[in-house]
């Protein structure tokens, strides 16, 4: 059961590692692009390859779909980024239902755990497996693995990362539990739990009255995609790096810019220098080919 890019490597290696995989699960097709044309999810696209039957249920409470999904006795259900599952779903196969999450558990619980883990400044985070239960994120841990954020990684290169880790994760996680022989250790409760809520457009506005570090982490954690956003003389433009430039302008205004190769916006405790943006209803850019057709 899952959706985008980051759960096909999980799909793609217990296929070559000759699981059987009776049945994927996604979302139902979604309108994408200029031409809104309805396009298949990743997984779905990787499952018709290898000739796996999908279901795309609207509602996975409909007695219909859970009568479908009894018709292929699973005895083992794998989630990597899909939703909320109902328990008449998670509880079905003899050998349960785990899922696959991008944080060391139990933090980073919610929709956006790689985001959240870079704009919170963290120095590492990982992948775990877990069994479903009630409440969301919460069931008993099977497997860990760790994984360093550098400081130059942002949610794109850290993303790529984990999602290799985590199929190599889920591989091992389905050979324990056919063998028998696997931890379920619960979750720390007593631990002060980061959350990593769903990110929404007024998230990713830059507060320019923050500290220079927290903006980097925010705008790396954020990069490339939603991506961080703020105005400028009324227009919106995403931002993509920014960095802390050796030297800057001790001016009283919010930001400084030499309409060549620089603008630096003022921070909590200095400058920070804008390296990629994109202005709206153009492509993304480098600060030299911005100001090359454009002015602030």
């Given at each position: 059961?899952g ?6 490597p999980?799909?793609?290696t ?5 699981f059987?995989v009776?049945?994927?699960?996604t979302a139902?097709?979604?309108?994408q692009?200029?031409g809104?044309?309805?396009?298949a ?5 990787c ?9 795309q ?8 779909f859970l ?18 599952l ?6 079905m ?9 991008a944080?060391?558990?139990p933090q980073?619980?919610?929709a956006a755990p ?13 992948v775990t497996?877990?069994?479903l239960?009630h ?13 360093p ?13 984990l ?5 190599a994760?889920?591989?091992k996680?389905?050979k ?6 696997y931890p379920t250790?619960p979750?720390?409760?007593?631990a002060?739990?980061k ?7 007024e998230?990713?506005?830059?507060d ?12 790396r954690?954020l990069?490339?995609y939603?991506s ?8 919106t ?6 960095s802390m430039?050796?030297?800057?302008n001790?001016?009283e ?11 630096y916006?003022?921070?909590?405790d200095?400058?920070l220098?804008?390296e990629e ?7 993304k850019?480098?600060i ?7 002015k602030?």
């Amino acid at each position: 059961m899952g959706t985008p890019e980051f759960a096909v490597p999980s799909l793609q290696t217990l296929i070559d590692h000759n699981f059987n995989v009776v049945a994927v699960i996604t979302a139902p097709d979604k309108p994408q692009g200029r031409g809104q044309k309805l396009t298949a999810s990743p997984i779905k696209q990787c499952a018709l390859e290898n000739n796996i039957p999908v279901l795309q249920p609207t509602n996975l409470k409909s007695s219909g779909f859970l009568n479908e999904l009894k018709t292929y006795n699973a005895n083992l259900q794998i989630v990597v980024a899909f939703r909320m599952l109902p328990e008449a779903v998670w509880s079905m196969p003899s050998l349960g239902t785990f899922n696959l999450h991008a944080s060391l558990l139990p933090q980073y619980r919610g929709a956006a755990p790689i985001n959240w883990a870079i704009i919170n400044g963290e120095t590492e985070t990982g992948v775990t497996t877990f069994f479903l239960k009630h409440e969301i994120d919460t069931g008993s841990i099977i497997f860990q693995k760790k994984e360093p954020i550098h400081p130059e990684d942002t949610v794109g290169t850290l993303h790529e990362r984990l999602m290799t880790k985590g199929a190599a994760l889920v591989l091992k996680t389905v050979k324990a539990i056919e063998s028998g022989d696997y931890p379920t250790i619960p979750q720390d409760n007593t631990a002060e739990v980061k959350h990593a809520p769903k990110i929404y457009k007024e998230t990713c506005q830059i507060d320019w009255s923050q500290s220079s570090k927290k903006i980097i982490d925010f705008v790396r954690g954020l990069s490339p995609y939603p991506s961080a956003w703020t105005k400028i003389n009324g227009k919106t433009y995403k931002i993509f790096k920014v960095s802390m430039p050796e030297s800057h302008n001790n001016s009283e205004t919010d930001f400084v810019t030499n309409q060549k190769d620089e603008l630096y916006f003022k921070t909590k405790d200095g400058w920070l220098s804008i390296e990629e943006l994109q202005p709206e209803g153009k492509k993304k850019m480098n600060i030299k080919e911005f100001f090359r057709g454009n002015k602030i």
